[in-house]
């Protein structure tokens, strides 16, 4: 008995620490959807500017996710402060997304640019990077 209670709070520890698989998200400019965030396959998260394929991202080292246009890599994610996502294209910083209300809120410089609505940080920041920023 105590066996089996051991291995059932080890697989519900293992369960907690798995990360989360992102639902679909949905990307605004202002008001206006312009595209969305879907999960792919192996690891990757398809980025659609309306009904086509603009790119997709992947999770990299140290809690990054790296963003490509097509098969370039445009720049990457990575996870700040506060919940924050910072937006990098190439390697400088050019805007970030912050949760807000449920919703991830998009901005460049410190202007709001768009929101992306549902989803996980990483994969809804570099939707964010990709259609709205970069």
Excluded: H
Aim: proline share 3%; no cysteine.
């Amino acid at each position: 008995m105590k066996r089996w209670i051991a291995a059932l709070v080890a697989a519900a520890l293992a369960f907690a620490a798995a990360p989360a698989i992102a639902a679909a998200a949905d990307v605004y400019e202002g008001y206006s959807k312009v595209g969305s965030v879907n999960a792919g396959y192996g690891g990757r998260y398809t980025i659609k500017q309306g009904p086509s394929q603009a790119g997709y991202t992947k999770a990299s080292y140290g809690g990054r996710w790296d963003v490509y246009e097509g098969s370039s890599k445009i720049g990457y994610v990575k996870r700040s402060y506060s919940g924050r996502w910072d937006l990098y294209e190439g390697s400088s910083k050019v805007g970030y997304v912050a949760p807000n209300s449920g919703r991830w809120q998009a901005y460049q410089d410190y202007s709001r640019v768009g929101y992306v609505k549902g989803g996980s940080g990483g994969p809804a920041a570099a939707a964010a990077l990709l259609l709205l920023v970069g």
